[in-house]
């Protein structure tokens, strides 16, 4: 048989010819465990001779180094992994990985019991890091201490845990004060979810601002789905039928409040005006006015934080930018 036809030189292999066991080979290629002077020349000779290469996730495994970053996202159902936002974090954490040779998957942590999930990955050794998406105070509270100096969260964070995430209440003052300029006194805000920490910051903000301009505060819940849009435009539509102006979540909402306010005969802008958030490639094709998110970024720097040992010191915010379109 041809050299370069010969299978190629596995543990065993190496273990015979240096006259070791196949655990003495592995902690020599590893430096897992300790190894006599004498074992590691011979291991190290036949591993040489026999042409022998590591299996770069075989000794990640073996190091408890891991060999992919999961991102975790929680939500109410496995809708949440359909969605654009997480697939573009996906992709960001991928991006961050590929040179190293690690792999980026996706998991959902269900709303209420995301523990068992947490502590799933962190008996995993094959888990290099975390990325929390749509993190919770409970999820912070019982993150697993075999999880923490490798994790780290798109939104909320903790001591244990450092966040990354959009100047969200900035952009929701910033929309406010547009559509105010812009002559608009009865303006009603579709919220994100109520069960997730970091959405309330926008509405946190749009409540002050509205305040600050002797503005009544009027919100309805809602979340970050197109169909949240719709049911949140018709009960504000219901409860404030001369509402002339509407700020959402994220742009799907704001898509989800425009067929409502068509199918209602109101015009956008002359009637209602509509803001969103993200500006996702829909807002630019409806001329939706939006504030933008840079996920990417955001999602960089986070799968770059869990590769890196992270140290929980507060959030990363990251700066969003109003752009101006026909619908305000």
């Known amino acids: 048989m041809r050299d370069d036809a010969r299978p190629p030189a596995t543990l065993e292999h190496v273990a015979r010819a240096a006259g070791v066991s196949r655990a003495t080979v592995s902690r020599a290629i590893t430096g897992s465990g300790p190894v006599s002077a004498d074992a590691l020349r011979r291991v190290r000779a036949a591993a040489e001779a026999m042409g022998y290469v590591a299996d770069p996730i075989a000794r990640a495994l073996v190091s408890g180094a891991g060999t992919r970053v999961v991102v975790a996202v929680t939500g109410t159902s496995d809708d949440v992994l359909d969605c654009e936002y997480t697939a573009r974090v996906l992709m960001a954490t991928a991006r961050v990985c590929a040179p190293d040779g690690l792999g980026a998957t996706v ?12 502590e799933a990955l962190a008996r995993d050794r094959t888990v290099a890091g975390v990325v929390l998406v749509n993190t919770t105070e409970a999820m912070l509270a019982g993150l697993p201490r075999r999880l923490r100096g490798r994790t780290v969260s798109i939104g909320t964070g903790s001591a244990d845990v450092p966040s990354f995430d959009v100047e969200g209440a900035v952009a929701a003052t ?10 608009r006194r ?3 805000m579709i919220t994100g979810p109520a069960w997730l920490p970091c959405a309330q910051h926008p509405v946190a903000a749009f409540r002050a601002a509205a305040e600050a301009a002797g503005l009544p505060p009027r919100t309805v819940a809602g979340g970050f789905d197109r169909r949240s849009g719709e049911e949140g435009a018709e009960a504000v539509l219901a409860r404030w039928p001369d509402t002339d102006a509407i700020l959402a979540s994220c742009d799907e909402v ?14 956008v802008p002359d009637d209602v005006a509509v803001v969103g958030f993200d500006d996702v490639l829909a807002a630019e094709l409806t001329d939706l006015t939006t504030a933008t998110h840079p996920v990417e970024l955001i999602a960089t720097a986070a799968a770059r934080g869990a590769l890196e040992a992270p140290v ?3 959030t990363v915010l990251f700066p969003s930018t109003l752009v101006l379109r026909r619908s305000a």
Do not use: K, Y
């Open 174 to 183: 910033t929309s406010v004060a547009h559509l105010v300029r812009s002559g």
């Open 107 to 118: 998991r959902r942590l269900p709303l209420g019991n995301p523990l068992t999930g947490l």
């Open 312 to 314: 929980g010191d507060g």
């Open 254 to 267: 704001a898509l989800g409040a425009l067929d409502v306010l068509r199918r209602h005969g109101r015009r």
């Open 186 to 188: 009865r303006i009603a």
